[in-house]
């Protein structure tokens, strides 16, 4: 059985940066897209970016492109968020999930492919 374990969430100042971290356990994540997620008090939960298998290919939501970066480590069975330039809108929980594919595809910021989630850790972007 996989689980997916996130951390590095905390608050921040706007501006800030955090790491986050998604580790997996009971299997290899090699062969599969990863997904980091985030959720809102009262809204929906969104993709914010995804990963290919291999690392090569990344998708981002456009809030967060150019200050979100998505990379893998795929020995360490761990997929990173490295969030820099936070803004209040960041606050959330944020999650990770997998897709038992190799390529993030066209709908990967819907939550319906995902296959198996986190139980998400909370990033608050307060002053």
């Known amino acids: 059985q996989l689980w997916l374990v996130e951390s590095g969430g905390g608050t921040v100042q706007p501006g800030g940066s955090l790491r986050l971290s998604c580790a997996a356990s009971?299997?290899?994540?090699?062969?599969?897209?990863i997904g980091w997620f985030r959720q809102a008090p009262g809204q929906e939960r969104v993709g914010v970016s995804c990963?290919?298998?291999?690392?090569?290919?990344?998708q981002y939501a456009n809030s967060v492109k150019g200050r979100f970066t998505i990379s893998r480590d795929n020995a360490k069975n761990t997929v990173y968020l490295q969030m820099n330039s936070l803004k209040f809108e960041d606050t959330a929980v944020y999650y990770c999930?997998?897709?038992?594919?190799?390529?993030?595809?066209?709908?990967?910021?819907?939550?319906?492919?995902?296959?198996?989630w986190g139980q998400g850790t909370q990033v608050t972007v307060s002053s």
């Open positions: 990963i290919n298998h291999s690392g090569e290919y990344k």
């Open positions: 999930a997998i897709i038992e594919r190799t390529w993030c595809g066209a709908t990967w910021f819907t939550a319906g492919p995902y296959d198996s």
């Open positions: 009971g299997r290899s994540l090699a062969n599969v897209v």
